[in-house]
Every structure is written in C-alpha cells, then in structure tokens.
C-alpha cells in the first residue's frame, strides 16, 4: 500500500476548519465503494473507524488495518464477537 500522509482522526482533530458538504460527500462515496468492494468479495472488515481511514495528498481514501477482518459466505461459520480493541473495552469486575 502506498503512503498515505495522515488518517482521518488527526486530520478531524487539527482542521482549522470543518469539512465543506462536498468534501464530505465525496469521502462517504470513497468509503461507502471500499466497502461494498470488500463485501462483494465476502470480507467484513470489522474494526473501521476514522484512525483507520487514510488520505493521501489528492484526497483519495484508503480504508486500513486489516488485522480483525474475516472471509465471511456459506455455511456460516461463527466470529468472535469481541472485536473492540482493548484499549477501548470496558473492565470487568467479576
């Protein structure tokens, strides 16, 4: 995969200004065609999220950090169902 400058969390946190409509217009239709690409080839990514969207210079969108996704088809085979990353999960007290 080539570089891609920034990803898409520390571009929203350091923005001078908001995205325009058109901008985020375009970005949805980026992301939304990378996911009907992966799920067209039965992967579910499972862990997207804006750190894991890239941009590069020209404002093209790389969806990224494959490490949760699985191959999903028939007979359906069982997932985890814990896919939060663990710094995000609650604690248990039990």
């Not at 350091?14 to 992966?38: D, H, T, W």
């Not at 080839?41 to 490490?67: E, P, Q």
Request: with cysteine.
């Amino acid at each position: 995969m080539e570089y891609c400058e920034q990803d898409l969390a520390s571009l929203l946190d350091n923005m001078a200004s908001p995205f325009k409509e058109a901008q985020i217009k375009c970005l949805m239709i980026q992301l939304f065609r990378g996911v009907q690409y992966l799920h067209e080839r039965f992967i579910v990514h499972r862990d997207l999220k804006v750190s894991n969207l890239l941009l590069n210079g020209k404002g093209i969108l790389k969806i990224a950090d494959f490490g949760l996704a699985r191959t999903f088809g028939y007979p359906y085979k069982p997932m985890t169902p814990i896919v939060v990353t663990l710094w995000y999960r609650a604690l248990s007290s039990c």
